[in-house]
């Protein structure tokens, strides 16, 4: 009897222990989503500041090409809402995983 509880015991941490690991996995891809979301909203609120006469640059590798104003603020906010959407969507697996522990 003893032997029976201490294997259901140790299933269990070892379920626990996996799901720590899956959590911390899961809170580090959120922090650096979060991080490039912030940059970007900082990346559209300069954006907003520009009018037509301001030149505006891209970084593709090691070399900074000309961009039209129109262009990159299109391009930061379809990345505005790819990451949102990213966070949105890694968020509900999360939930579902520790919903389905508890039922």
Known sequence: M??????????EVEKYQQLQKDLS?????RQKL??????NNIVKEE?????????????LGP???????GE???TVGKRLDYITAEIFL??????????????
């Open 2 to 11: 003893a032997e029976l509880i201490q294997k259901k015991l140790q299933g």
């Open 34 to 39: 979060e991080a490039q979301l912030t940059e």
């Open 72 to 74: 990159a603020r299109a």
């Open 47 to 59: 954006l907003a500041l520009l009018d037509g006469s301001n030149v505006v640059f891209k970084l």
């Open 63 to 69: 070399v900074l090409v000309k961009q039209e104003l």
């Open 25 to 29: 996995k899961s809170m580090s891809g």
């Open 90 to 103: 890694r968020t509900i697996p999360d939930l579902e995983d520790v919903l389905d522990l508890f039922c």
